[in-house]
């Protein structure tokens, strides 16, 4: 630090003036092209919070939706009345799932289509198959975005550090011009390349952080509701055996 302020108040060639080595000065002085890759590198980083963010907020209300439904769905209460407390306009993937099988059994049952054992057999395969796209598309809905936080996290370091390769470049451009390798010629330049790869650098790191910690929760709830669904279908395959 002291380096930095000995050269911040360092005249420039002799004259007057002083190098700005402050983070908007960094900025200001840096060539167009670092310039907009310091710029592109924040804006990754402010919208993979604002995912971040929305993403855990989400996951939290999701949770706690699907325990909820569970306890409601374990708590006695008859399938019947639970389709129609829950309404053709379920709000969260647990019930989207159950709602959606609950439709096909009450159509299938309602004309007829479950009165023999192949029958039945058709009625299983397709309320799996129903709950299976429901879980498919909730799921895409959960997942939505997460892709860009895998693509900052993967690629932001090296979108930062071509900005400080070009950033470097030109500063070895200057000392050649003016013929002069002092500490007050060498270190703005690179200092302001160093910058974008510290950019990069924070865009990046919170990024695949996030990344690899709400994947492994997306994971884990999609599990959830695959489970809900096979003890759901174990349960309408006996009331199926039941009518007999």
């Known amino acids: 630090m002291d380096a930095f302020a000995q050269v911040a108040g360092a005249p ?12 908007y000065g960094l900025f200001m002085q840096a060539d167009w092209v670092v310039k907009a890759i310091m710029i592109l590198l924040l804006l990754a ?14 996951l939290r209300s999701l949770k706690r939706s699907a325990q909820t ?3 409601t769905f ?21 019930s989207s ?12 049952v309602s004309k007829g289509l479950a009165s023999s054992a192949t029958a039945r057999a058709a009625l299983r395969q397709r309320i799996e198959q129903v709950m299976g796209v429901t879980i498919q598309r909730e799921m ?21 550090l071509f900005g400080t390769v070009w950033g470097i470049m030109n500063s070895f451009s ?23 790869t510290a950019i990069g650098l924070v865009a990046a790191i919170p990024a695949a952080a996030a990344y690899n910690i ?14 809900f669904a096979g003890e759901f279908i174990t349960i309408l395959s006996r009331q199926l055996e039941e009518q007999v």
């Not at 159950?98 to 059994?105: I, P, Q, V």
């Not at 895409?140 to 930062?160: C, H, Q, Y």
């Open 12 to 23: 420039l060639g002799g004259g007057t003036g002083t190098i700005d080595m402050s983070v």
């Open 45 to 58: 980083s402010f919208w993979s919070w604002a995912i971040i963010f929305e993403k855990v907020l989400r």
């Open 69 to 71: 439904f569970e306890d």
């Open 74 to 94: 374990w708590s006695g209460v008859s399938l019947e009345d639970l389709y129609d407390r829950v309404g053709a306009k379920p709000d969260d993937p647990m």
């Open 97 to 108: 799932i159950f709602s959606a099988a609950m439709r096909e059994w009450r159509r299938s």
């Open 140 to 160: 895409e809905a959960i997942e939505k975005r997460l892709g860009f936080l895998a693509t900052v996290g993967a690629n932001a370091t090296f979108v930062g």
């Open 174 to 196: 200057h000392i050649a011009q003016s013929k002069n390798t002092s500490l007050a010629v060498v270190a703005p330049g690179i200092s302001e390349a160093l910058f974008a």
């Open 214 to 227: 709400l994947s492994g929760q997306v994971s884990r709830y999609a599990q959830q509701l695959e489970a």
